[in-house]
């Protein structure tokens, strides 16, 4: 044999049986593979309760409990003076038109032949929302010939009722509660029975304006939805172009410099500056010094812009590097200049990826909402802004800031508007970014 | 809207120059534009563009500078003894300034003419009223020299503004005309267009280091100001915050930096190992359908608004952690808490830590990897004892940024953590950070002197320093990092 | 026993150490390598040569299984160690490649001290019973691969800093350390100058004496020098195995004939 070559080295184990030390690193290996499935599916999970909790208060937002009435449009309330002159009727303003709502609920009453122990007419009436009055207003400012007639109305039923609906107010709570009785709840459970109340989805939620504390029903994200769009509107105008300036000048033409530097610096600074810091920068210079307007869609456009333009130059500069030299060269090489090279060649075939980013950029400025607390978004905004470009300087609100807006009231009936403006705000955010990987797909190209 | 008619008719008269450069290039060659310098279009864009460009720079920056000079030359108008014991020149300028807008207004609307305008006196009561009518609301009756000051403020601008009119068209002819006349079949055209848009992309990118400039510049005039009003030790070492704004405010940030620093560093807590691990995991271990899948979801984290972490924290973690834990432990009664605002941030920021360390694991060199397995180690051991090591300055770079992203988040912080400045160590009591100070401080109907809203630019700039400290060191290490493999 | 008669025997008629029979490795769809059988001896040099592509890295990685690493790669057919089957069910992998080292084409040291290098095999195997046992296991794999004298000054300093043909050493120290029985080297000196490629040669000469060395070489004078069998690979298939000094003067094979002298490769 030849043993004097193996003194020194251990004794020879077989590999098809694994020793204990073995046996023991398999385990930690084990182990150390389930921590990491295990943090994946923390992770995931965080995503789905979050994605659920969302859902399930905000879901209710999108319906809404509706009272149908026929409201006699009585001649001697409206028009007194009997000559149908628009003019004098918009003379009655809303509260005119409680006494007329009081009177169809009775009717109403009368016909289905409910009676409730204890509630009187003016209580009855009121499980009909405050706004409806101002809804019946609108109809006869518009149609005054239809004064003296009676009409059939979808009124909004009270905040409390329709949370009754929804389970958040109960008979037991509606004791003690000084804006809702459980009689009211009572005639609210006849009507529905009779058909006079149903719910059903609620368009108004995203068409009406923000609405008072106290009447949640009524509230809805229209005048958001339109500030955003304004905003995104702006930030596309502005931020593209200047955003694709600066990333061909940084790409292709920056020479190697202190200049340049200072600009590559600023710019992946910029990506992580907190977006606050950008509402300070929006108060400070555009409304303080440059006197532009609180509120306005354009100082948001502007602030979101500059915080929405590094994204944009990142993507932008990613794409046009993806594009390969030899492209730039056979421009070159058949005497196009090298603006021409770049304009004519490099640009067109980064265009798919500089729109990708440009959307994605976009939908991180429609979900920014610190930045728009400081410039005066917060505002109670119930008027819908102008056509642009005079609409961009009327106050207006947006998605985000509306949100924020209704946490911080007290009616739990915000809480759930909150969250249903959130599933609007994340199926915006969901089209935006399936755009994104839908053209990233179809125009991607490998070299 | 002038300026927007303005800028409508620059812009007509910038395509006029367009065809017409063009077709006097072309006319110049006689119609051959084989014998022009350049492309027919390039002349067209030189005389657009010649219209155009000094035309619209000359807007921006009258735009700018206008209400500065107008400012200068009214607030010398004022009289001292104009203004009142408890406010300041600036305070009574910006009543200047609501006013003459709201002056302006009334007359846009026709509610008094122009005449009428420059009889007003401050005697008539109703001019409040009526600047009420129209949305411009006054704390209190105009005063004679406010009302002068506003007039002549009116004026001026009024003045200005034409005066802005007649010099941006007549540049922009004069562009036009000096363009139109150079044109000619061997002018280089298409050189002096490319020059020119050279330019324009030059500015484009310095937009990043003037935003920059703005950002610091606006913070620190208004730092400034309130350090003349508060004693600046007083706000670095202060132990104690509680605004109060009839005066005598304490306002130390030390409570503010450690409820923000708390909240960081538990959802630094939650975010690094769960960030760390499923990067590791959906790189090393995972299959490819379950990357597949796993991947893009865990990155929607990324891409939900944080108003949305924010309602969650206040809705849904925030009742639970009291209900569940807070309560029955004794430790508090509040559902925002540090423990509620750390766990969301924590969340929010997995994608951001899991995406960054993925790149970075990635960036260490396969053959490390081969290494480690070539001598029998297993894969854990390979990442614990060599790709982590070797990608630890990466990670600890991702680390930092996640924590400068933590530092400066506001929604989450505003809707979780709660509003009490407090120096405490219990996680399941309500404390406040540097953000949400900023919010509370600048929004609501605050006088724009009192150093309890100056105080929110300090805390900016506070804020903005530190960030971007951590940021520049991140970046700094990361950048090391990927010169070392590269 | 015939003792003696074995040790006067020519290498080929060493113990085998290695023996593979039917080997194919698919890398999804591409075919790498070409039903291989091949027996390699113990204690002797041998060596994987052929042109680019031809398969010889791919089949030293089947040795020691690093083709595991890699999703799409696929292997069949038998090889043995000692008898045993590496690619059997029971066996794990990690425990194999303690006993089969390998060495890269590129220096791959840690980015930990030279000596953290050296120990990491015996620390993750536990092959130290205590800190002075481990000492002296790096010390005598640092000598083992020549490295000692040049560095038992800055064990603690980092492996990267070292020079190419160092780091290359560092990386054989590392793996004698952990006392494999076989040692692949792919291409171990690719990277490295004519000086730094003269001291590793010299040093696989001297390590034959304990281990079965396999290397993989691009460079034939490389083969010629350093190994005492040799196998030509070319388009997956081995075209020839045999002593180096009948391979390289009296080659069977048209296409080995080629290669060495130069018309294909």
Known sequence: MTDAAHSGSPPRSSILTPDARTRKRNAAEARFKYYGLTAVCLGLLALVVLLVSIAINGAGAFRQTYITLDVPLSAEVLDPEGNRNPADIARVISFGYDALIEDAMEAKMAEAGISIDGLDAGDAADIVSSEASAQVRYFVLANPEEVGTVREFDLLANGRIDAFFKGRVTMASAERDSNVSPEQLRLAEALKEDGALVQRFNWNFITNPDASDQRPEAAGLGVAILGSAYMMLIVLVLALPIGVAASIYLEEFAPKNRFTDIIEVNISNLAAVPSIVFGILGLAIFINWAGLPQSAPIVGGLVLTLMTLPTIIISTRASLKSVPPSIRAAALGVGASKMQSVFHHVLPLAAPGILTGTIIGLAQALGETAPLLLIGMVAFVREFPDAPPDGFFDPASALPVQIYNWTQRADPAFVERASGAIIVLLVFLAIMNTLAIVLRRRFERRW | MPVFWLIVIIGLLAAGGYVSGRARALASADGDRRRLHSLPNFYGLNVGLSALVPALLLLILWTLLQPMVIDQRITSIIPDDAIPETSTRGLVMSDVRRVAGGLEGLVNLGVISEEEMSELSASDNDIRQSLAEIGVALGADVRPEVLEAAQSYREWSNRGTMAMTVCVLLVAAAGFVLAYLRTDRNLRARNIVERGILVLLVAAASIAILTTLGIVLSMLFESINFFRQYPAVQFFFGTNWSPNFRGNSDLGILPLLWGTLYISFIALLVAVPIGLMSAIYLSEYAGRRMRAVAKPMIEVLAGIPTIVYGLFALLTVGPLLRDYFAQPLGLGNSSSSVMTAGLVMGVMLIPFVSSLSDDIINAVPQSMRDGSLGLGATKSETIRQVIVPAALPGIVGAVLLAASRAIGETMIVVLGAGAAARLDLNPFEAMTTVTVKIVSQLTGDTNFASPETLVAFALGLTLFVITLALNVLALYIVRRYREQYE | ?265
């Open chain 3, 1 to 265: 026993m015939n003792d003696m008669r074995l040790i006067e025997r020519d290498s080929t008629m060493k113990d085998t150490k290695i023996s593979a029979r039917g080997v194919q490795v698919w890398y999804g769809d591409t075919h790498a390598i070409k039903d291989v059988s091949v027996e390699i001896a113990d204690k002797t040099v041998t060596a994987f040569i052929g042109p680019s592509g031809c398969g010889k890295s791919t089949f030293l990685r089947c040795l020691n299984r690093m083709n595991d690493t890699i999703d799409v790669a696929r292997v069949e057919g038998d090889i043995r160690i000692d008898g045993e089957d590496i690619y059997d069910r029971k066996v794990d992998p990690v425990q194999l490649r303690a006993k089969v080292g390998m060495v890269f084409q590129k220096p791959n040291p840690f980015p930990k001290s030279i000596y953290d290098n050296v120990a990491y095999g015996p620390k993750i195997h536990g092959l130290a019973k205590d800190r002075a046992d481990l000492d002296g296991i790096v010390e005598r794999a640092l000598r083992r691969a020549a490295l000692w004298e040049e560095v038992k000054d800055r064990l603690s300093a980092a492996g990267t800093g070292l020079s190419g043909g160092q780091q290359q050493r560092l990386c054989i120290a590392r793996a004698v350390a952990t006392e494999p029985e076989v040692l692949l080297m792919d291409e171990p000196c690719s990277a490295l100058d004519p000086i730094a490629t003269g001291q590793v040669e010299e040093l696989i000469d001297e390590l034959k004496e304990n281990y079965s060395v396999v290397i993989v070489t691009h460079s034939m004078q490389q083969a010629a020098r350093v190994s005492q069998k040799t196998a030509f690979f070319h388009l997956g298939d081995l075209v020839e195995y045999g002593e180096t000094g009948q391979i390289f003067t009296n080659p069977q094979d048209r296409r080995t004939e080629s290669y060495i002298t130069g018309r294909i490769g």
